[in-house]
């Protein structure tokens, strides 16, 4: 009987503070790791704006029968 109360509770074990440690490690980890990715995400967000002018740009020439109808459109003719 006394032996049973003299031992430690499980939360108190070396074994279970060590895969504690290590788990609130892993997710420390894991939430840096997501922080990161969400600001590049962000940064490459905002640097694609010009990716939509050129790509708004392309289906305009492709509306006029292509690339060189859209330069022949373009040019000013002197007369």
Avoid at 35 to 49: A, E, I
Avoid at 69 to 78: C, G, K, V
């Amino acid at each position: 009987v006394f032996s049973a109360q003299t031992e430690a509770p499980f939360y108190e074990e070396w074994w279970f503070l060590l895969v504690m440690a290590l788990s609130s490690l892993i997710l420390i980890l894991l939430v840096v790791f997501a922080l990161v990715l969400h600001g590049q995400s962000k940064k490459y967000k905002n640097c694609s704006t010009g990716k939509t002018i050129s790509n708004v740009e392309e289906s305009v020439t492709l509306d006029n029968g292509g690339f060189t109808a859209l330069e022949l459109n373009s040019r000013h003719l002197n007369i």
